[in-house]
């Protein structure tokens, strides 16, 4: 059989820019599929990061009369990785001062209806007949809610090939008054509650749900948990809909990038044979965190955005409590202002004993990571997450809320799991300070218990997060959706 052909959309991709997740999944996961044989190029916008790092960059195609867009070339290049990178670049549209969805003040750039329908009108023009390109993919995989879009293009377009959409976070949707439809010259037929039409707006990711040839999420657990009222943010109904269409797949971690044996970023290499370098990790850390140089104290870990999603505002608030236990906290993320001050009013409060950075540091996450005795992510709702799975890589136990994928990728602590040897983490249940309080309580308990804190580390760094298996998953999905496309092809003939 021919290779499969691939054309992987997203608005964001690693290493060239970055602000979650998606950019993780967006850089090893192509490179996962390249390495079984799926031919994968990835379409980004042409935002500055991107453009700059692009090489050799050619270009490969020129669109001057999209409706609606302005004149857009694509440029290609390779990544490190090997994979092939498509550049949509419209300088009016991408190339400016701050971050890709949102300006230097945090706010939502105005246009970004236009420059995210550009992205998937352009991933659509490649999927169809219309296409300039000598490649041709046999299949368009697109990624939240800024491709969106493209599923429903290529669903009017002539000779398009099918799609599929990965939710990545379902509560970002891409929600915009009705006239955007006009502008960005969608087919009037989309606005309809059979199709793009959400509660009165045109809704980018429903567009996507509605119109993709099949549906994917980033955990087998957040698949059950979109399909009802909590957690599937108004799409709940159309998702029970297309269940049979829709298929949970754990993401997988860049097992080179993160491997506590050869990070450069660390102080001292170790892994699960020689642990001894961890010491040296964590008081380096604490050195750089204004932390007291503590040994033997438990120093939790953070990396991560500051949202309401996350859930920081229960550790936030029960720090001061924390401290007497005693433990130690390092944090470092971004995001909502008022939990930045809280966070940044705590080191000052309990001096030596909080640290925090505010900003985006790779190397200090990975600092963290090897670093810390634990890491805390309480968050309220979590897709799939990728730190928790990091913290393990790293044997650094992860402290978790059940929900999403933190419960495909964490295993609770219990006689029977330390006896099974099985456990890798402390999750609890309900999303309260209390619980979480007592759920750090518990980690430090067995913390205290060398032996089997010792057992639990291994275990933990003893699992397999790579994504060759998540990877083998998608081509299943991509090859089951071309077959059904042409036993429908056929049936029409
Ligand atoms: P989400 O995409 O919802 O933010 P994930 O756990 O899937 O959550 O992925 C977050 C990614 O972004 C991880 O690679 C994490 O290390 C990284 N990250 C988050 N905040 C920061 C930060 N302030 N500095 C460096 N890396 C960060
Ligand atoms: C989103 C989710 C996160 C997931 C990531 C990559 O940002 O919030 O849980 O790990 O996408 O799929």
């Not at 890709?100 to 329908?117: E, I, K, T």
């Not at 793009?196 to 980018?204: D, I, K, P, R, V």
């Not at 992860?398 to 029977?416: F, K, Q, Y």
């Amino acid at each position: 059989m021919a290779e499969l052909k691939v054309l992987f959309a997203t608005s964001e991709v690693a290493p060239l820019i970055k602000t979650g997740g998606l950019a993780d999944v967006s850089g090893a996961l192509p490179a996962a599929l390249r390495a079984i044989g799926v031919d994968v190029r990835v379409l980004v916008p042409g935002y500055n990061q991107v453009i700059s790092h692009l090489t050799p960059q050619q270009v490969v195609a020129t669109f001057n009369d999209l409706p609606g867009f302005p004149p857009v070339r694509l440029l290609s290049g390779v990544m490190a990785s090997g994979v092939t990178v498509l550049a949509v670049d419209c300088p009016s549209l991408y190339q400016r001062e701050g971050g890709p969805y949102q300006n230097a003040l945090g706010h939502d750039w105005a246009d970004n209806a236009q420059r995210f329908g550009l992205l998937s009108r352009v991933a659509a023009v490649l999927g169809s007949s219309a296409s300039p390109l000598d490649w041709h993919p046999d299949l368009v995989h697109c990624n939240d809610w800024q491709t969106g879009l493209a599923p429903a293009f290529l669903h009017f377009a002539p000779g398009a090939v099918p799609s599929i959409i990965a939710i990545h976070n379902i509560a970002f949707q891409g929600n915009f008054p009705p006239e955007t439809v006009q502008q960005l010259h969608l087919p009037p037929a989309c606005y309809s509650i059979e199709g793009a039409e959400f509660y009165g707006n045109l809704s980018f990711l429903k567009a996507g749900l509605f119109y993709a040839d099949h549906i994917t999420t980033v955990s087998p657990n957040y698949a059950k948990e979109i399909q009802q009222e909590k957690l599937g943010f108004g799409m709940q109904g159309l998702l029970t809909f297309r269940r049979d269409r829709l298929t949970g797949i754990l993401n997988g971690i860049d097992t080179e990038e993160w491997d506590p044996s050869t990070d450069p970023h660390l102080a001292k290499p170790y892994s699960s044979a020689n642990m001894s370098g961890k010491a040296a990790n964590k008081e380096s850390l604490q050195s750089k965190m204004g932390l007291n140089i503590e040994p033997d104290i438990p120093l939790l870990g953070v990396v991560s955005r500051f949202t309401e999603q996350k859930g920081l505002d229960l550790l936030l608030e029960i720090a001061p409590l924390l401290t007497k236990l005693p433990v130690q906290l390092a944090m470092l993320g971004t995001g909502d202002a008022k939990m930045q001050k809280t966070a940044r009013d705590l080191t000052h409060l309990y001096p030596g004993k909080i640290g925090v950075v505010i900003g985006f540091s790779e190397e200090l996450s990975h600092q963290i990571e090897a670093g810390a005795d634990m890491f805390v992510m309480p968050s309220r709702f979590e897709p799939c997450g990728l730190n928790q799975m990091y913290s393990q890589r790293y044997g650094t136990p992860p402290i978790v809320h059940a929900t999403g994928g933190l419960v495909d990728s964490v295993v609770d602590s219990s006689t029977a799991t330390l006896k099974g040897g099985t456990a890798s983490g402390f999750t609890f249940e309900d999303m309260t300070s209390k619980n979480l309080f007592a759920a750090i309580q518990r980690a430090v308990g067995m913390y205290h218990d060398k032996i089997k804190w010792d057992a639990l580390r291994k275990n933990c760094m003893a699992k397999n997060f790579s994504w060759r298996s998540s990877a083998e998953a998608y081509r299943t999905v991509y090859l089951k959706v071309l077959k059904d496309r042409r036993s429908i092809i056929r049936s029409k003939s």
